[in-house]
């Protein structure tokens, strides 16, 4: 499985900003997908991931409300739709899968390479 992020930038905070993250080596649709994200100095957080079948995403407090996950089964692609941007956002995100959905979010056994995100204030 090769994951790959894209769609980072540098916005203004309160700006939008959408990732994409195509999949490829593997059956799209057999795989729960997640985000992650590290800020610099930081470890790497969870921020969101979505299962299977598209229904019943979940994200982490600090990003409820303001960002949405959904993927695209036919296209085999993920996205992360991020509003109200601030800039503790600021991170590298990546894209992951793995056949649990327990583990995309602790431990995830495919990583993509990241895209920066960058909010200034």
């Known amino acids: 499985v090769q994951l790959q992020a894209s769609g980072g930038g540098l916005v203004q905070a309160g700006d939008s900003l959408k990732l994409s993250c195509t999949f490829s080596?593997?059956?799209?649709?057999?795989?729960?997908m997640a985000w992650h994200r590290q800020a610099p100095g930081k470890e790497r957080e969870f921020v969101s991931a979505?299962?299977?079948?598209?229904?019943?995403?979940f994200y982490r407090d600090s990003v409820k409300g303001r960002f949405t996950t959904s993927r695209d089964n036919a296209e085999r692609k993920l996205f992360l739709q991020m509003n109200s941007l601030k800039p503790e956002d600021t991170a590298v995100y990546y894209c992951?899968?793995?056949?649990?959905?327990?583990?995309?979010?602790?431990?995830?056994?495919?990583w993509g390479k990241g895209t920066q995100v960058t909010v200034s204030s």
């Open positions: 979505i299962p299977t079948t598209g229904v019943g995403a």
């Open positions: 992951a899968a793995d056949y649990s959905i327990s583990s995309v979010e602790r431990n995830p056994q495919y």
């Open positions: 080596g593997g059956t799209f649709d057999h795989y729960n």
